[in-house]
T-cell receptor
Framework: AQSVAQPEDQVNVAEGNPLTVKCTYSVSGNPYLFWYVQYPNRGLQFLLKYITGDNLVKGSYGFEAEFNKSQTSFHLKKPSALVSDSALYFCAVADYKLSFGAGTTVTVRA | GAVVSQHPSWVICKSGTSVKIECRSLDFQATTMFWYRQFPKQSLMLMATSNEGSKATYEQGVEKDKFLINHASLTLSTLTVTSAHPEDSSFYIC???????????FGNGTRLTVT
């Protein structure tokens, strides 16, 4: 069975500092990995995906993620966080339907 | 980009009544639609998968007689919460998928409050 784990419930950073949200995965075959962001009382917005190719994936709003096969990780990163990046972030793995991690609440303080 | 419209965005109903939530794919035909439920500060729990023209596949523990799902066309799926109870209060989110698309596209969710 496929699954993802987000080891941190919360991440707090100061505006302008680098932001990292961790995700590890477990799949039996090739992983299809996604990051989504959710703002309060809203649905999910797609940030980026890894299907194949370069290990460094660039996505929306300045986010990027690095696929690391040996560590089975797909951490989300942003070089310089903004207050508006404060939200709930979900990592997900898919073969046909998505399985979500528990989510990480990101708070960026001014 | 692909747009999924979910309606209503919020609804309050009395215990014992039924509530219908609509999920529409506005600019593409969705072969499959998924219905999720999200409790406060928790992840999304997949409730069921619906394919156009066939019966929905429910996840273990989800009552199919309480959460009726209809996917009558390639652009519309509905979730009806029947005989709602306060414990059904939650945030419900739909998503749509087509073989030509990746990733899933999500609606903005429906906040259901049962009093």
């Amino acid at each position: 069975a496929q699954s993802v784990a987000q080891p941190e419930d919360q991440v707090n950073v100061a505006e302008g500092n680098p932001l990292t949200v961790k995700c590890t995965y477990s799949v039996s075959g090739n992983p299809y990995l996604f990051w989504y962001v959710q703002y309060p009382n809203r649905g999910l917005q797609f940030l980026l995906k890894y299907i194949t190719g370069d290990n460094l994936v660039k996505g929306s709003y300045g986010f990027e993620a690095e696929f690391n096969k040996s560590q089975t990780s797909f951490h989300l990163k942003k070089p310089s966080a903004l207050v508006s990046d404060s939200a709930l972030y979900f990592c997900a793995v898919a073969d046909y339907k998505l399985s979500f991690g528990a989510g990480t609440t990101v708070t960026v303080r001014a | 980009g692909a747009v999924v419209s979910q309606h209503p965005s919020w609804v309050i109903c009395k215990s014992g009544t039924s509530v219908k939530i609509e999920c529409r794919s506005l600019d593409f035909q969705a072969t499959t639609m998924f219905w999720y439920r999200q409790f406060p500060k928790q992840s999304l729990m997949l409730m069921a998968t619906s394919n156009e023209g066939s019966k929905a596949t429910y996840e273990q523990g989800v009552e199919k007689d309480k959460f009726l799902i209809n996917h009558a066309s390639l652009t519309l799926s509905t979730l009806t919460v029947t005989s709602a109870h306060p414990e059904d209060s939650s945030f419900y989110i739909c998503s749509a998928w087509t073989p030509l698309s990746s990733p899933l596209h999500f609606g903005n969710g429906t906040r259901l409050t049962v009093t």
